[in-house]
């Protein structure tokens, strides 16, 4: 499946969805002015790539900041992989700077929302 790639800009994340190598990525900073429209196309990707082959996946989340609108994407994102980690063997990294302590709370509490393999990890 190729690969979906948005890149970043001020407002919005650099969105990585590599198939081929089952590396997904999102980085940077989040504040689009329609976060649904945004991520669409991000969950349509997602959802048709489920559909193929079992495989290993992982996920980086590398945010330096999120609106309170992405945050309830960001948890979306999870509970889509959370619906499919019992065919994908999902595993979901959260990096962190490590003087930010907001960034890695907010990592802290949406993955103690869902159940699925993760770690936080200091930049």
Same mark, same amino acid.
């Given at each position: 499946m190729d690969a979906f790639i948005i890149e970043g800009?001020?407002?919005?994340?650099? %969105?990585?969805?590599? !198939? @081929? @190598?089952?590396? =997904?990525s999102i980085k940077g900073s989040s504040r689009?002015? $329609?976060?649904?429209?945004f991520y669409t196309p991000v969950f349509d990707w997602l959802t048709?790539? =489920?559909?193929?082959? $079992?495989?290993? %996946?992982k996920f980086e989340i590398q945010m330096e900041y999120f609106n309170t609108s992405t945050s309830k994407i &960001? &948890?979306?994102? &999870?509970? &889509? =992989?959370e619906q499919h980690n019992e065919n994908h063997e999902i595993h979901v990294v959260w990096y962190y700077?490590?003087?930010?302590?907001e960034m890695k709370?907010? !990592?802290e509490e949406l993955l103690d929302l869902v159940e699925i393999s993760h770690e936080l990890k200091m930049l």
């Open positions: 800009t001020k407002m919005t994340p650099e %969105i990585k969805l590599d !198939g @081929n @190598n089952n590396l =997904f689009p002015e $329609n976060p649904k429209q048709e790539y =489920f559909g193929k082959e $079992n495989v290993k %996946i &960001l &948890l979306d994102l &999870l509970e &889509l =992989f700077h490590e003087d930010d302590e709370e907010a !990592g």
